[in-house]
């Protein structure tokens, strides 16, 4: 899916069907806006992945799990974005 906008928002679409929460789903977002060149829908998916951050690393999902660098630098990527701390 990597440089396929139409797919992963495709994607990002299922896993939210599944789970509206999903962080992977907000992950998808904001690798197509920063394709896209989209600040303002960077952002969006940055606040949506941190809004669900503690709670879903709270459901212990394997996903989660199997890809925690990733996860994390997701996490603290989206941290200095938006200038929030510990979140």
Do not use: C
Not at 11 to 19: I, L, Y
Request: charged share 25%; proline share 5%.
């Amino acid at each position: 899916l990597l440089n396929q906008p139409d797919a992963e928002l495709a994607e990002a679409d299922s896993v939210v069907k599944e789970q509206p929460a999903h962080l992977f789903a907000s992950m998808l977002r904001y690798d197509v806006a920063h394709l896209r060149n989209d600040t303002a829908a960077m952002r969006r998916a940055a606040r949506n992945f941190l809004n669900h951050y503690d709670a879903e690393r709270k459901a212990n999902r394997p996903e989660y799990a199997a890809h925690a660098p990733l996860v994390k630098n997701y996490h603290d990527q989206f941290t200095t974005l938006l200038g929030q701390s510990g979140k």
